[in-house]
């Protein structure tokens, strides 16, 4: 009886464990990659965007969106700054979701995005 009781609790902390790891894995690799498109920004690198979503799929993440936020000006030198923006959908893969709701909790399981930021300064 105490089993049949506890075993939904037991279970939303084992799956909220597993995914929170996912996620706080995809959100560094979306950060590495971003990181590494704002160094390709700031070297003055063609393809900035295609070779840093390229990078997120080869660290596991796919589909990554990439934008560069401020591009480095020819001649820049260090007083500006390169940025690039990574987006990327991040979707449950345990039913954390319907267990919440046994709890009268909503929203939990719904897929959500996570964003990061790369700034640099141009070395152009």
Do not use: H, K
């Not at 929170?20 to 063609?46: D, H, S, V």
């Amino acid at each position: 009886m105490e089993f049949a009781l506890l075993l939904p609790v037991l279970l939303l902390i084992i799956f909220g464990t597993i995914d929170f790891g996912r996620a706080l894995n995809a959100q560094l690799t979306l950060t590495e990659a971003a990181r590494e498109g704002a160094r390709l920004e700031a070297l003055g690198q063609p393809n900035v965007v295609a070779r840093t979503e390229q990078d997120a799929g080869v660290m596991g993440l796919s589909p990554v969106t990439a934008t560069v936020t401020s591009a480095c000006p020819t001649g820049a030198g260090p007083t500006a700054n390169g940025s690039v923006q990574t987006t990327y959908q991040f979707s449950f893969i345990t039913p954390v979701g319907a267990i919440a709701a046994m709890f009268g909790g909503s929203g939990l399981g719904a897929p959500i995005t996570l964003t990061a930021q790369g700034v640099m300064p141009c070395e152009t």
